[in-house]
T-cell receptor, first 115, second 112 residues
Framework: GAVVSQHPSRVICKSGTSVKIECRSLDFQATTMFWYRQFPKQSLMLMATSNEGSKATYEQGVEKDKFLINHASLTLSTLTVTSAHPEDSSFYIC???????????FGSGTRLTVV | QKEVEQNSGPLSVPEGAIASLNCTYSDRGSQSFFWYRQYSGKSPELIMSIYSNGDKEDGRFTAQLNKASQYVSLLIRDSQPSDSATYLCAVRDASGTYKYIFGTGTRLKVLA
């Protein structure tokens, strides 16, 4: 089945630094990947749609200069949280639509803590 | 604004009982519906997809769709303590993209 790998699973960083999260489709090509953020006891909120070879499409209210998305290949999308602050602490999850297009496959998520 | 609504719960059922989870959505044009299970601290995993009105069964899970009522449900038969999790209803955006709109999830507790 479709597998999406996400790294790192946990990261703690200092306020003001940048953090890069990688999302890879292991056994299929993903022209589109999605980045979600989830705060405790809340649902998934779509941040942006990552399109291979083009600029990401950000949802309303998401700062594109703060959350940099790069989708340089058909199997890799990265999310960089720039100048992270404690309020950026959250669970970030990527997803992709597999070849069957029958639902998303999610990565394992990244727990970001900014101190 | 397109919405997907779920009762946040918790829904508590005894082991072996049927758990019934419900979801309503606002976009009448939606055609694709999904149920995901999310354990605490983990990412969601797909349980079922449903595209046509009626029931779709997969093992102990049955998804039910009623497009006229804009209603999706998930039944879990013979509930087990390991089924205790948050269940997320997702609706694919009808605009033709693969964006999904998620409900807030229903927390299920299966009591041993």
């Amino acid at each position: 089945g479709a597998v999406v790998s996400q790294h790192p699973s946990r990261v703690i960083c200092k306020s003001g630094t940048s953090v890069k999260i990688e999302c890879r489709s292991l056994d299929f090509q993903a022209t589109t990947m999605f980045w979600y953020r989830q705060f405790p006891k809340q649902s998934l909120m779509l941040m942006a749609t990552s399109n291979e070879g083009s600029k990401a499409t950000y949802e309303q209210g998401v700062e594109k200069d703060k959350f940099l998305i790069n989708h340089a290949s058909l199997t890799l999308s990265t999310l960089t949280v720039t100048s992270a602050h404690p309020e950026d602490s959250s669970f970030y999850i990527c997803s992709a639509t597999g070849p069957s297009r029958d639902g998303y496959t999610f990565g394992s998520g990244t727990r970001l803590t900014v101190v | 604004q397109k919405e997907v609504e779920q009762n946040s719960g918790p829904l508590s059922v005894p082991e072996g009982a049927i758990a019934s989870l419900n979801c309503t959505y606002s976009d009448r044009g939606s055609q694709s519906f999904f149920w995901y299970r999310q354990y605490s601290g983990k990412s969601p995993e797909l349980i079922m997809s449903i595209y046509s009105n009626g029931d779709k069964e997969d093992g102990r899970f049955t998804a039910q769709l009623n497009k006229a009522s804009q209603y999706v449900s998930l039944l879990i038969r013979d509930s087990q303590p390991s089924d205790s999790a948050t269940y997320l209803c997702a609706v694919r955006d009808a605009s033709g993209t693969y964006k999904y709109i998620f409900g807030t999830g229903t927390r299920l507790k299966v009591l041993a």
